[in-house]
């Protein structure tokens, strides 16, 4: 079975910080990885996803993860944050074998400040 | 293209009725599935579905949970005698089922129920 954690339920940076979102993950077999988006009311928006290939991945807005098997993460970053980032992230996994059943972590919560 | 729909955005019921959720996938998409996120938690998956068919539910609750995708028409997840403990955003995302890695779910805005 597949599970992933989150690090930290909120995270809060300045305008222009650079902006670090913990993932690790568990899978008995190599994953597939995404980020997603979630603006307040909204529904869930993708932001990058790894499945094979490069381990550095980028994605929409200016953020990109990492892919590092050895330490099972994949951490979203981004290097100067805005205040448009401010919304709630959300890490998943899935395997690469039948339909794409995605498996979250809890969610980060990502605050902004000028 | 519009994107997924789902309605309603919000939904009240009290205990002991029935919620119908409507999902309308996006245009070209056969695959549906639902997730389920309660408050301060993640999404959880609940069912995928194909035009007319059931594939996975191993994530539904066994009883007062269905759902369904008709050959025409959106995808219904019904809830029969509703608890507070179902008071939740039931989210609806669709797919394009493609070769290999390139499958991407497409959310919906999702459907707040909130049960009295």
């Known amino acids: 079975a597949q599970s992933v954690t989150q690090l930290g339920s909120h995270v809060s940076v300045s305008e222009g910080a650079l902006v670090l979102l913990r993932c690790n993950y568990s899978s008995s077999v190599p994953p597939y990885l995404f980020w997603y988006v979630q603006y307040p009311n909204q529904g869930l928006q993708l932001l990058l996803k790894y499945t094979t290939g490069a381990t550095l991945v980028k994605g929409i807005n200016g953020f990109e993860a990492e892919f590092k098997k050895s330490e099972t993460s994949f951490h979203l970053t981004k290097p100067s944050a805005h205040m448009s980032d401010a919304a709630e992230y959300f890490c998943a996994v899935s395997v690469p074998t039948g339909f794409q059943k995605l498996v979250f972590g809890t969610g980060t919560r990502l605050l902004v400040s000028p | 293209n519009a994107g997924v729909m789902q309605n309603p955005r919000h939904l009240v019921r009290r205990r002991g009725q029935e919620a119908r959720l409507r999902c309308s996938p996006m245009?070209?998409?056969?695959?549906v599935y639902w997730y389920r996120q309660l408050p301060e938690e993640g999404l959880k998956f609940m069912v995928y579905l194909q035009k007319e068919n059931i594939i996975d539910e191993s994530g539904m609750p066994k009883e007062r949970f269905s759902a369904e995708f008709p050959k025409e028409g959106p995808s219904i997840l019904r809830i029969q005698q509703v608890v507070r403990g179902d008071s939740a955003a039931y989210f609806c995302?669709?797919?394009?089922?493609?070769?290999?890695?390139?499958?991407?779910?497409?959310f919906g805005p999702g459907t707040r129920l909130l049960v009295l």
């Open positions: 245009k070209g998409h056969s695959h």
């Open positions: 995302a669709s797919s394009q089922r493609l070769a290999g890695t390139q499958e991407t779910q497409y």
